[in-house]
């Protein structure tokens, strides 16, 4: 394995707090110090931002079971591309990952396919029902890093109860969709005026802010660490905030469409910006950026749901929710949250990497000497244009076509070795 030498870019790793021009050396997987070998690969990246390599803790890689929506392998293709260099797989797989040996398979299919790291979660219950609890100590042993229930939040507020104390017991984080079903009853868009302009089906962001405020007491009763995730409502802001200020272990997550897009684009009926929660008012999308760049949310995801093509492609009632973002986020974030002066370049990093290697102990989100050789190389003032056509990801339901960004991941490197290169800088050096 040749020695790999970024030179000349700026360096930003907040786990050493280095913040700077200078070069970062790979050599045999692992982050270097030195001069590079004589027959080493020298990359020239003056003008680029070098950092530890993105962490996506919100993805659903759809293998077993979905391969004709995503596999291992073409998921990891686009997180790559999209500069993450690990993703943190939702198990509403087919068979559902709540036992050992469904993540037994999906880690070793992940050696042989995936191009970049796979870390599994487990069930919080049996087969997402929320009825009886799965084996969360054999998940656990199994090497799970989490475990949810994802789109299936549990309704039942004993059996989570039950699940946070023995994730406490096993140093699990749970992650929480949340949504009270009664509440949003079958909705397919933010409850408002567009929901009664359009006639769809509402569901309104009481649904969320309910379950957020359930997972509060329940974590702060147990002392668990609880995730809520993609956080959609300004209510469910205030009340994580509010939480958080009074030491509650509890955490939120921001995706991409939610802090970007708003609910009357739903207006055209086009399914690619139906998602779960949907999109809701300019209100709520500006307060959670507010949660973002407050340190209110401390995770940025992209919740990356590849459909078919055909199955985005009927009424807006029947469609599934879900949108795709791994080869999206980065420009996203860049764009709205660095580019407007929300965050700084080290905070982004911040939560697209350091913090959640931390927090869900994956040994990686560092450029020091003999840390693993994951980097991503971003060109935060590249402008593209998204084209849905271009995705590495099977899935083309995307909300972002046909928008200009400013900010994209050129080169991505996972375990050392070149995973992602836009510009071929490797072939042409």
Same mark, same amino acid.
């Given at each position: 394995m040749r020695d790999i030498f970024l030179q000349g870019g700026l360096v930003v790793d907040p786990a050493t707090k280095r913040e700077a021009k200078g070069d970062v050396?790979?050599?045999?997987?692992?982050? @270097?110090?030195?001069?590079? @070998?004589k027959d080493a690969l020298v990359l020239k990246v003056e003008g680029l931002v070098v950092t530890p390599g993105l962490?996506?803790?919100?993805?659903?890689?759809? +293998? *077993? $079971?979905?391969?004709?929506?995503?596999?291992?392998?073409?998921?990891? =293709?686009?997180?790559?591309?999209?500069? %993450?260099?690990? &993703?943190?797989?939702?198990?509403?797989?087919? *068979?559902?990952a709540d036992g050992p040996n469904t993540i037994a398979w999906m880690r070793q299919r992940a050696k042989e396919t995936g191009v970049a790291n796979v870390f599994a979660t487990g069930t919080i219950s049996m087969g997402q029902k929320g009825e009886q609890l799965a084996p969360i100590g054999s998940l656990r042993q199994a090497g799970v890093v989490a475990i949810t229930d994802d789109g299936h939040c549990v309704q039942n507020a004993e059996l989570?109860?039950? /699940?946070?104390?023995?994730?406490?017991?096993?140093?699990? *984080? &749970?992650?929480?969709?949340? +949504?009270?079903? %009664?509440?949003?009853?079958?909705?397919?868009?933010?409850?408002?005026?567009?929901?009664? #302009?359009?006639?769809?089906p509402a569901w309104p962001s009481i649904a969320e802010e309910v379950i957020v405020a359930r997972n509060v007491l329940l974590s702060e009763l147990t002392g668990a660490r609880v995730v809520c995730q993609h956080m959609s409502s300004a209510g469910s802001i205030r009340i994580l905030r509010e939480a958080r200020a009074r030491g509650v272990p509890i955490d939120g997550e921001a995706s991409p469409h939610h802090l970007s897009l708003t609910d009357d684009l739903v207006e055209g009926y086009d399914t690619s910006f139906k998602m779960n929660p949907p999109l809701r008012t300019r209100a709520d999308v500006e307060e959670v950026k507010r949660g973002v760049a407050d340190g209110t949310i401390r995770f940025l995801a992209t919740d990356h749901a590849p459909h078919c093509t055909y199955e985005k492609e009927v009424e807006f009632d029947e469609a599934p929710f879900g949108v795709v973002g791994l080869e999206t986020a980065l420009g996203i974030y860049l764009t709205e949250l660095v580019h407007s002066g929300m965050l700084s370049l080290r905070e982004m990093v911040v939560k697209m990497s350091t913090f959640p290697s931390e927090y869900f102990g994956l040994g990686r989100g560092s450029l020091a000497v003999g840390a693993v050789g994951d980097v991503t190389v971003i060109d935060p003032e590249r402008k593209w244009t998204v084209r849905k056509a271009e995705f590495a990801s099977? $899935?083309?339901?995307?909300? %972002?076509?046909?928008?200009?960004?400013?900010?994209? /991941?050129?080169?991505?490197?996972?375990?050392?070795? #070149?995973?992602?290169?836009?510009? $071929?800088? =490797?072939?042409s050096s």
């Open positions: 050396l790979v050599r045999e997987g692992k982050i @270097a110090e030195g001069k590079p @070998a962490i996506d803790p919100h993805v659903h890689l759809r +293998e *077993p $079971g979905q391969s004709a929506k995503e596999t291992i392998a073409s998921g990891t =293709a686009a997180a790559v591309a999209g500069g %993450f260099t690990s &993703v943190i797989a939702m198990p509403n797989t087919s *068979p559902v989570m109860r039950r /699940a946070l104390e023995y994730a406490r017991m096993f140093d699990l *984080p &749970v992650l929480d969709h949340c +949504e009270d079903k %009664f509440l949003s009853a079958g909705g397919v868009m933010n409850e408002g005026k567009w929901s009664r #302009i359009l006639g769809l099977r $899935g083309r339901n995307t909300p %972002f076509e046909g928008r200009e960004l400013r900010g994209r /991941a050129v080169l991505t490197l996972v375990d050392g070795q #070149i995973r992602h290169d836009l510009d $071929g800088r =490797a072939s």
